[in-house]
């Protein structure tokens, strides 16, 4: 099966770096996994238009309001309108920095789940909570999921807080061991078989052991996607 090679650029990169990167991807992916890149909102337009046929689109965050007074807020239907077909909803950065918390984190899903954009749904837990990560990512899967009852146009992805742009990757045993916990805890509160992507630190170095694993359906890059080079190595090394 494919599995997704999600990119988040968060922050970084401007407008001429769409160009270039969408030119090498086009060039370069020669297999068939399933690339989707986050970009800043501002720049979803471009990137939709020129990514057209080569890659999918991704959002970073939308507010789960449709229209009104939230001065610096987007809506789902205007990230729908740019072209864009995914968004992210729940990363770390949003929950952490911005304050987003799982009810808010559940509206911002069912809004974009509304206007029809698939959504990759992020869950974390901060390094003080290692050792308790079952009851911590079973209160956002819970909370965060609360109500819905149509899974098709959801993925998750694990991105362990503590791995986020550190360099220090979970270990294969720990991946495996939580992608299960996260695939069992889906099946028991919701009936689904959800898919799991791992984030945190992925770079071209360490992308083959950890898409080789039967629990992993895909990845999320952070730091090593902002180039399409690291971006496409990871996309073919399994
Ligand atoms: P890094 O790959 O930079 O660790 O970031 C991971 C991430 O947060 C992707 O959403």
Redesign the pocket.
């Known amino acids: 099966m494919d599995k997704i090679i999600a990119a ?1 650029w ?1 922050m970084n990169n401007t407008f001429a770096d769409i160009k270039p990167f969408v030119k090498y991807i086009k060039k370069n992916q020669k297999n068939k996994n399933n690339l989707v890149v986050c970009v800043p909102s501002v720049m979803l337009s471009e990137f939709a238009k020129q990514a057209k046929g080569v890659c999918e689109t991704g959002a970073q965050n939308c507010y789960f309001e449709a229209k009104g007074a939230y001065t610096g807020e987007i809506s789902a239907s205007m990230v729908k309108s740019t072209g864009a077909n995914y968004t ?1 909803v729940g ?3 949003r929950r952490q920095l911005f304050g987003e918390t799982n009810e808010m984190l559940n509206k911002k899903l069912v809004a974009a789940l509304k206007e029809g954009l698939k959504v990759i749904f ?1 869950i974390g837990e901060v390094l003080e909570e290692k050792s308790k990560y079952k009851s911590v990512l079973k209160k956002q899967i819970v909370e965060g999921f609360a109500g819905i009852t149509d899974f098709s146009n959801i993925v998750v ?1 694990y ?1 362990p807080v503590w ?4 360099g220090k990757v979970a270990t294969t045993a720990d991946i495996k061991k939580v992608h299960a916990f996260v695939k069992q805890t889906f099946k028991e509160n919701f009936g689904v078989d959800m898919l799991v992507l791992y ?5 071209p170095s360490n992308s083959k052991e950890i898409l080789a694993l039967d629990e992993v359906d895909g990845v ?6 902002l180039k399409a080079e690291d971006y496409i190595a990871i996309a073919q090394s399994r």
Do not use: F, P, Q, Y
């Not at 984030?199 to 770079?203: F, L, R």
């Not at 999320?220 to 996607?225: F, T």
């Open positions: 988040n968060k992210l990363h770390s950065e992020c992805a991105e791995a986020i742009g550190t984030g945190g630190s992925v770079k999320l890059i952070g730091g090593a996607s």
